[in-house]
């Protein structure tokens, strides 16, 4: 779909931050019902991290949402992070905010969209709209799935598992990358050099980077101020080299409003574009070819581009950011711009996994799946249950049990993959029928996604607490009783939860309390019923403990009679005998009335060892089960055969 459309920006740098969401807001929704008349002006956020984590089962978002950009249904902004309402059963791998959207990809290689569409920016081939507020599929090439996305401004870029980059939404400056300036609500494949694949976009306000599987960089779109990298300003429609030094391999890429920013194999980082704020790194200058931003020093493992602003995580989780420092979204403490990197505060004991940073704010995800943020909180983007503004990071207030994975930032709002946690409780009863006054033991056994599960386990006699347990070290909580009054009992567990554990409660368990007991018994008699044998010869064989047997040749076989008795008072079913020689015989699959038996047969072929050591020595048991499923087994048969030969 073609969109009307002009190449004009309009500035709100002069404009209160929540007077120029709302200009923000009004001019989407004007786009939609008319047509595209502007590309208005903002400023925005780097990709998240760049590359997919482990599927998790949910996504979270805080912020302002005058667009649907929190993907709850609804357009109410919000201070805390909410999640959103995902299609069901559907999991994530990788998430990033564009200004006022947000794209997701799924477990199947899919891509999930929702937040403002007036461009096409969510990819599903429909009539602009300035809100949707559930999240909804890009419509990709038939065959194609998708490993990670980023989020322009107005554009979208995806890269698929066969390394091809597809883009939609706004393609003014040829953002797109197809060779051409026409917006597209739909994904289109972006024209690579020949032979070469890509594993990581970053988008950016109006242009687009891609690091290819060599650790090579490529750019096209808007280059009015370098930020192709390429050495000039001219805006390239298809993609074009970045002038990195031959000897350098990236490992990722970060683009901002107007500078790039790649991190190299070797933990050096170099910028080019915009540098008005010394987003590079160093003193204010344009620069259309990359520099060296002059780092401290250490291993640096992810890197981010904001609006002018850039940000590194350490191996050892700490943020080092430089550049502009409007709302202290720098985390420094200050507002004050830096041209070389400083280290945020981050709290006491708090190591950081990835970072990102944006327009007004940061934010960061925790080694223990906590979410940090800082800078600009007007909307409630930092996640903290206010609107306060902070110039170092504090924690956001995630949801219990929930643990964040992956972050992204967009102008006013902060989305993140996240993991809630999952308990199980399982409980078992023993004996299940018994005298009043006799000990019934009752055993939870509780697991956790998040980690070893602590705490305690009530048990309930319906809704009557009969008493609590500690789960011990293996995840277990055992609770003896005699106070279990005559008739029956369904008997529940429920593990109270922990500061990483939901609760949960076991399925009901029955145990009947009665004056004179069922009791359920097997016997089992084991005999020596003949031989089977190769030779002509004479033979005999006894009973144990004179059983012997004559044997001529080889593969003499021994049978066996298995007699199993019901000396208990209630029926059994599914009568089975296990022998370590001859395995397991079923015996019969009819009701075994009390004081019946049934007899089967088995055999087992003697081999060379026993001949030599002169017997067969063997045990087996019976197992039968009662009419509610408890199994009954037997006492222990055993057997010996002597063996001698002539």
Known sequence: MRMCQVGIRIRTGGVQPRLRAWLGGLMAVLMAVTCVVAE????????????????VNSALATGYNFNGQLGDGTTTSRDTPGPVALPEGVSLTNID?????????TSEGRVLGWGQNAYGELGNGTEPVGVVSIPVYASLPAGVTVTQVSGGYHHSLAVTSDGRVLGWGYNGYGQLGDGSTTTSNVPVEAVLPQGVRVKQVAAGYSSSLALTTDGRV????????????????????????????????????????THGLALTSDSR???????????????????????????????????????????????????????????????????????????????????VTQVDTGVFHSAAVTSDGRALGWGGNFDGQLGDGTTIERHTPVFM???????ATQITVGRYHTAMLAERASSHTSLTAQPTHAAPGD?????????????????????????????????????????????????????TARYEGSDICPPSDSEPVTVTISAEPSRASLHLAKEFAGFVTHSKGK?????????????????????????????????????????????????????????????????????WKEKSQGYVDNTATATGTREDGETVTSNKAHLRVDITYK
């Open 40 to 55: 208005p002006a903002a400023r925005r956020s780097a990709a998240a991290a760049p590359f997919p984590v482990a599927p």
């Open 97 to 105: 905010a564009g200004d006022y959207h947000n794209l997701a990809v």
């Open 218 to 257: 490529l750019a096209w779109g808007d280059n009015n101020r370098g930020e192709l990298g390429d050495g000039t300003t001219i805006t390239r429609h298809t993609p074009v080299w970045v002038h990195l030094p031959a000897d350098l391999t990236i490992t990722q890429v970060a683009a901002g409003d």
């Open 269 to 351: 980082v170099w910028g080019w574009g915009l540098n008005q704020f010394g987003e590079l790194g160093t003193n204010p200058t344009w620069n259309y070819s990359p520099v060296q931003v002059p780092m401290p020093g250490g291993t640096l493992k992810q890197i981010a581009a904001g609006d002018r602003d850039s940000m590194a995580v350490t191996s050892d989780g700490r943020v080092l950011a430089w550049g502009q420092n409007n709302a202290g979204k720098l985390g420094d403490g200050t507002t004050t711009h830096r041209s070389t990197p400083v280290e945020a505060i981050l709290p006491e004991g708090v190591a």
């Open 397 to 403: 207030l995630l949801p219990d049990y929930y643990a």
């Open 439 to 491: 000990e019934v033991t009752l055993t939870a056994t509780v697991t956790c996604s998040a980690g070893e599960p602590t705490g305690t386990v009530t048990f309930w006699d319906g809704d009557r607490q009969i008493g609590t347990a500690e789960l011990n070290s293996a995840g277990t909580a055992t609770l003896r009783t005699t106070e279990l009054d005559e008739g029956q009992h369904h008997i």
């Open 539 to 607: 033979h005999k064989a006894k009973h144990w403990h004179a059983a012997r047997l004559s044997a001529w040749h080889d593969h003499d076989v021994i049978k066996y009679r298995f007699i199993v008795t019901n000396d208990g008072d209630v029926p059994l079913h599914a009568i089975t005998v296990h022998d370590s020689r001859t395995g397991t015989v079923s015996c019969t699959t009819d009701t075994l009335q009390p004081g019946r038996s049934a007899t089967c047969y088995a055999t087992h072929k003697i081999t």
